[in-house]
């Protein structure tokens, strides 16, 4: 499809949301990019495009998801182990999470999905270079048969697939066994075509790496390594078990993400203004690490 009939079919999808009702407190996302990728999702089909969109809008009003906190990882520090921890080499937000790291995996899916949109929300945020997706890089080690509820998966495609279409530009499975693979079994079949293509399950670990060089630069690269050695450390040493409170030297490895994200969205965390923003709309803007990091980060403040 040409430029040109690509800035046709927006022109279009725009004329049949114009007057739609939307959330003000939600300003910044009816944008051309985000028409953009809800055709793109629907094969540049208007109208379908059109129904996605205006389902997305009004659970957009209904859920605010701009606003979610994760109120499971407050009660339960360490419940999600879920978290950004860099950028890739195009500016993605890049995601890690290992089942190891969770304290427990009895996790109501309302629960998770509220964490996944909370997420979500803040990596689309962070994005640099004016990118839209995301990468993550999924850890099984630790994975139980509790963890395998097809429930979360088919609630974690359809959220991902109908409300954040386009945001995933990868997702890569490492330390998968005959438990993953038979979970995978009897959920790939009800997984969306153009998402079950943007994952990347190899068998051997050198395949991994050879991802890993491709999208993350070398500080990113150097630090996922090492998280995931350390997460396949038996007893799991405390500072993986407790990632969010980070380390307390100079040095060492930060289980909270690499030292530039660290730099960039924790120790420069603007506090004081998240703390005295009034403005719910201000608010939405800013960047939020992971719900326990932000937490760990405000009782320090208070302390």
């Known amino acids: 499809m040409s430029d040109g009939e690509d800035a046709s079919k927006i022109k279009e ?3 049949r949301i114009e007057g739609y009702e939307h959330d003000h407190d939600d300003p910044d996302f009816l944008s051309e990019q985000t028409l953009r990728r809800y055709l793109i999702a629907r094969d540049w089909d208007v109208s379908a495009a059109e129904k996605q969109l205006k389902d997305t809008l009004q659970w957009r009003r209904e859920t605010k998801p701009q606003h979610v906190v994760c109120a499971f990882c407050q009660k339960t520090p360490g419940g999600h182990a879920m978290r950004q921890v860099g950028f890739d080499k195009s ?5 890690y999470s290992c089942f190891a790291q969770c304290c427990t995996q009895h996790q109501p899916v309302d629960s998770a999905i509220q964490h996944l949109v909370y997420l979500l929300e803040n990596a689309v945020r962070a994005s640099k270079h004016g990118t839209y997706s995301f990468v993550w890089v999924i850890d099984f080690k630790g994975m139980k048969i509790t963890s395998c509820n097809p429930r979360l998966a088919l609630a974690v495609e359809h959220i991902v697939s109908n409300h954040y279409p386009e945001r995933l530009g990868a997702c890569i499975v490492v330390n998968h066994g005959i438990l993953f693979q038979t979970f995978w079994v009897a959920v790939r079949g009800v997984i969306h075509a153009r998402t079950a293509a943007k994952l990347h399950i190899h068998r051997h670990f050198h395949k991994v790496e050879e991802d890993f060089t491709e999208l993350f630069p070398d500080e990113l690269k150097r630090w996922l390594l090492e998280e995931i050695r350390l997460n396949k450390s038996h007893p799991l040493p405390d500072s993986q078990k407790t990632f969010w409170k980070g ?8 289980p909270r993400g690499c030292d530039s994200y660290i730099r960039e969205h924790v120790d420069n965390f603007p506090i004081k203004e998240y703390l005295d923003q009034c403005n719910s709309v201000a608010k939405s803007k800013m960047h939020l690490p992971h719900q326990n990091i932000l937490d760990e980060l405000l009782q320090k403040q208070n302390s």
């Open 247 to 254: 380390i307390s030297g100079l040095e060492g490895h930060d």
């Open 13 to 15: 999808l725009w004329g």
């Open 91 to 95: 500016g993605r937000s890049v995601i």
